[in-house]
């Protein structure tokens, strides 16, 4: 399973909208939880709620819970916020993580400072002269590891950039490590060296108030815009000509797809959506396409019957497309769906308890939202099988590529 990059674990509401608006600054689409539900498919970081002050539960036990969760919804990265000043109860909430992600022999990196806010980290001790009374001087190994020994990154090996530290965290052995910081640079650095380990597969947890998560290294999923088209009209057929013109897409059957007939190229949809002014046809010229569309368009018929049939067909192929694309880590950026019959179906079959109404995009064309569940945030752009003009397609796939940007 395709989990979250970051899935970061905090003691109140506050603590966790400041992660994850640190995470959302970094490129990264960010979900914020405080029940045990399956996140959105769409967020790359994962920010739960553990709320450990507001019951006054067993801080250790609240986050071996919540650290078991993050995993098992796949989070490749779990992070403990702590409070910039280090209140509250860090050192058992670590202890918490550590039992509760059940990583074999964990690397345990800690980045407290924030420098932006006046708290900064020098030969490992927290200085907040800012806050009521001034911390001045707070060692910040004992607060987070307690006894522990603790290998210090100090700010002549931040300063040696991404390389210095990694050799200097190789040469120590771990697991603990706290580094100081007292710039936005030392923090983009330990940002670096931490995805770096990620990369080469290092077991790791990260304990930090939140700062550093705006340096995030990882990047945004690729996302491609779907089309879903049912009615068998020249005007759908007629548009989905034009929209191959415009841009590079890749059409699907849906009968094949459902069949194990066809498939996308999911190694091939990492590229930026690009536009392609000359291109004669909407079918398979274009297999590195970031449009992909899912058609019943060859039906004969437009009986009522079949024609709810090949609504069906269109949505359940539809759906298990935006499935298996992000379990394959590509994500849907959106979907334009002709049709009330197909959208609701769609919908249904996607499970979507719900749409928030947006705009019009076109006459008859408006965009809404996916409200909650694993789709929450999803665009959805609904026209009829007779809406339009040779445009129409074409401009409403514009405006979602205009928002994967």
């Known amino acids: 399973m395709t989990g979250p990059q970051v899935g970061v674990l905090a003691d109140d509401l506050t603590g966790a909208l400041a992660s994850a608006a640190m995470l959302r600054e970094s490129g990264l689409p960010t979900s914020v939880r405080w029940r045990r539900e399956e996140p959105p498919a769409r967020a790359g970081g994962l920010v739960v709620d553990m709320r450990t002050r507001d019951y006054g539960a067993d ?21 403990l916020r702590i409070d910039s000043t280090l209140r509250g109860a860090p050192a058992l909430e670590l202890e918490g993580v550590v039992a509760g992600a059940g990583l074999a022999d964990p690397w345990l990196l800690a ?34 590891f307690g006894p522990a020994r603790v290998a210090s990154l100090g700010r002549d090996v931040l300063d040696a950039g991404p390389d210095a ?40 947890i990260t304990v930090s108030p939140g700062a550093w998560l ?16 049912s009615s068998p ?19 699907f059957p849906a009968g094949e797809l459902l069949a194990g007939e066809c498939a996308p190229d999911w190694a091939a949809l990492t590229g930026p959506p690009r536009a392609v002014p000359e291109s004669p046809t909407h ?10 569309v899912v058609e019943t368009l060859g039906a004969a018929t437009r009986d009522a019957g079949p024609a709810w049939v090949q609504s069906t ?8 497309l935006v499935e298996e694309a992000a379990r394959h880590g590509v994500d849907c950026g959106g979907i334009v769906v002709g049709g009330g019959a197909t959208g609701s179906a769609l919908m249904d079959a996607l499970g979507v308890p719900a749409l928030d109404a947006e705009a019009e995009i076109a006459p008859l064309c408006p965009r809404s939202r996916v409200t909650a569940g694993r789709w929450a945030g999803l665009p959805v752009i609904t026209k009829g099988g007779l809406v339009g003009g040779p445009e129409t397609l074409s401009q409403l796939v514009a405006a979602l590529l205009k928002e994967i940007g």
């Not at 801080?59 to 992070?79: C, K, N, Q, T």
């Not at 200085?127 to 001045?136: E, I, K, L, Y």
């Not at 190789?170 to 940002?191: I, Q």
């Open 59 to 79: 801080p250790r036990e609240r986050a071996a819970s919540w650290a078991a969760y993050l995993r098992s919804v796949g989070a490749e990265r779990i992070e």
């Open 111 to 144: 980045v407290p400072a924030f420098p932006s806010a006046g708290r900064t980290v020098v030969g490992g001790c927290l200085h907040a002269p800012g806050v009521r009374p001034p911390v001045h001087g707070m060692p910040v190994g004992p607060a987070l």
């Open 165 to 204: 530290v990694l050799a200097a965290m190789l040469s120590a052995g771990g697991p603990r490590f706290a580094a100081d910081g007292e710039t936005e640079e030392h923090l983009r650095t330990m940002a670096e060296v931490a995805g770096r380990l990620v990369e080469d597969g290092q077991p790791l």
């Open 214 to 229: 705006r340096h995030h290294r990882g990047a945004a999923r690729p996302r491609y815009p779907l089309v879903v088209l």
């Open 233 to 251: 009209t020249e005007t759908n057929r007629e548009q989905l000509a034009t929209l191959g013109e415009r841009y590079p897409a890749l059409a």
């Open 283 to 292: 079918r398979a010229r274009n297999p590195d396409s970031p449009v992909l």
């Open 313 to 320: 067909v269109a949505a359940k192929a539809a759906a298990w």
